[in-house]
């Protein structure tokens, strides 16, 4: 049975002060300072620390501390894991394109690959701890589609020999851009090496389904069902950051669909 944990937020911190949140663990990540989340552990030191560290390997290539720094934030999480985005378009590409409009060519595909899986060997050799994967979206223009392509997606997992980190929004978002059924999508990821799922509400905005970080709707859980009929994660963690009362009912609703 995985265990359920989420996203840091002051309303998960209220819930826990309340003794009202059903939870076994805290997700954090870069958008905390180790400061703070050593702060949150004085407060909270019953509780245990988990370390997302999203678009790493993107700082890591700019930013000559970034090992350190990573080593730091494992240091005072003790997590039992790190997990990573796979990373195959350039912040500058996604951004540009997501943001403002501009969608410039994309990297040829095997370099992209071939640089990605050299970056994360560098990592690997930095940690002490095993990294998990996360699949990503991508944008909706076909030329960009190669970064959540499922394939690709599993032949780095098993090139790298990581765990897979299994973000059900992202899969539901890519296979909308990739005009497929989401369980067909699914089916092509490496569901048999998955250790942790995140779960979140998607929205349609302007024409698309974007990954908001909502509350989960009744097709969220479905298919979070389906995946579960089809692995074996350790962790199931929740990204929601908003309203204290829908984040209890997500959480308690959770905790009953994980225990059967």
Same mark, same amino acid.
């Given at each position: 049975?995985?265990?359920?944990?989420?996203?840091?937020?002051?309303?998960?911190?209220?819930? @826990?002060?309340?003794?009202?949140?059903?939870?076994?663990?805290?997700?954090?990540?870069?958008?905390? %300072?180790?400061?703070?989340?050593? /702060?949150?552990?004085?407060?909270?030191?019953?509780?245990?620390?988990?370390?997302?560290?999203?678009?790493?390997?993107?700082?890591?290539?700019?930013?000559?501390?970034?090992?350190?720094?990573? #080593?730091?934030?494992?240091?005072? %999480?003790?997590?039992?894991?790190?997990?990573?985005?796979?990373?195959?378009?350039?912040?500058?590409?996604?951004?540009?394109?997501? #943001? /403002?409009?501009?969608? =410039?060519?994309?990297?040829?595909?095997?370099?992209?690959?071939?640089?990605?899986?050299?970056?994360?060997?560098?990592?690997?050799?930095?940690?002490?701890? +095993? @990294? @998990?994967?996360?699949?990503?979206?991508?944008?909706?223009?076909? !030329?960009?589609?190669?970064?959540?392509? +499922?394939?690709? @997606?599993?032949?780095?997992?098993?090139?790298?020999?990581?765990?897979?980190?299994?973000?059900?929004?992202?899969?539901?978002?890519?296979?909308?851009?990739? /005009?497929?059924?989401?369980?067909?999508?699914?089916?092509?990821?490496?569901?048999?090496? *998955?250790?942790?799922?995140?779960?979140?509400?998607? #929205?349609?905005?302007?024409?698309?389904?974007?990954?908001?970080?909502?509350?989960?709707?009744?097709?969220?859980?479905?298919?979070?069902?389906?995946?579960?009929?089809?692995?074996?994660? !350790?962790?199931?963690?929740?990204?929601?950051?908003?309203?204290?009362? *829908?984040?209890?009912?997500?959480?308690?609703? =959770?905790?009953?669909?994980?225990?059967?």
């Amino acid at each position: 049975m995985p265990q359920l944990t989420a996203n840091y937020s002051e309303a998960l911190t209220k819930l @826990i002060r309340s003794s009202d949140a059903p939870i076994d663990g805290i997700e954090v990540g870069p958008w905390l %300072t180790p400061k703070k989340i050593r /702060c949150l552990q004085q407060e909270l030191p019953e509780w245990q620390f988990q370390f997302h560290a999203s678009s790493f390997i993107a700082r890591y290539q700019y930013w000559q501390g970034a090992l350190n720094r990573l #080593r730091e934030y494992l240091s005072c %999480t003790q997590s039992q894991w790190v997990s990573l985005h796979v990373e195959l378009l350039p912040l500058h590409v996604y951004v540009l394109s997501s #943001r /403002c409009g501009l969608h =410039l060519p994309p990297p040829n595909i095997e370099q992209t690959k071939s640089k990605f899986v050299r970056l994360l060997s560098r990592v690997k050799d930095a940690v002490q701890v +095993p @990294i @998990i994967l996360e699949n990503l979206s991508s944008l909706p223009k076909e !030329k960009y589609a190669y970064a959540a392509n +499922p394939s690709v @997606i599993r032949e780095i997992v098993k090139t790298t020999d990581s765990g897979f980190l299994l973000d059900i929004a992202h899969a539901r978002v890519a296979a909308s851009y990739q /005009c497929v059924n989401v369980e067909s999508y699914l089916e092509k990821l490496p569901l048999e090496q *998955t250790m942790q799922i995140h779960v979140s509400g998607a #929205r349609a905005k302007d024409g698309y389904l974007r990954d908001a970080h909502e509350s989960m709707q009744d097709n969220d859980y479905a298919i979070l069902k389906w995946v579960l009929e089809r692995s074996k994660p !350790k962790v199931v963690t929740l990204e929601y950051f908003r309203e204290l009362k *829908t984040l209890r009912k997500q959480l308690w609703k =959770l905790r009953e669909f994980i225990d059967g």
